[in-house]
């Protein structure tokens, strides 16, 4: 897939309001402050917040991306991440 420019990439991501993961866990509420995407995962109602610094990195540098390889950028919230980027178009 393309690399986009950060800016291209934020562009793309902050048009996702909600995501859905591989697995079916629902991600709701997404919205962004500053350089962080913040979200609720609606089944356990518990929020996260992913850096978009360190997800563009993960964007740039990785070959194939999925959470396993997204661990290393977005340790512990790899889940939404993905869905996020799938739902995204960006994966």
Do not use: W
């Not at 859905?20 to 919205?31: D, L, N, P, Q, T």
């Not at 962080?36 to 194939?64: M, S, W």
């Amino acid at each position: 897939m393309e690399k986009l420019s950060f800016d291209s990439f934020i562009a793309k991501i902050k048009e996702v309001d909600h995501a859905i993961s591989k697995r079916g866990a629902e991600y709701v509420m997404i919205h962004y402050e500053g350089n962080n995407c913040i979200g609720i995962r609606k089944n356990t109602n518990k929020p996260f917040e992913i850096d978009l610094a360190k997800l563009y990195q993960a964007h740039v540098e990785c070959e194939v991306i999925n959470t396993s390889t997204l661990k290393k950028y977005v340790n512990r919230k790899q889940s939404p991440s993905y869905a996020i980027l799938m739902k995204a178009g960006l994966v």
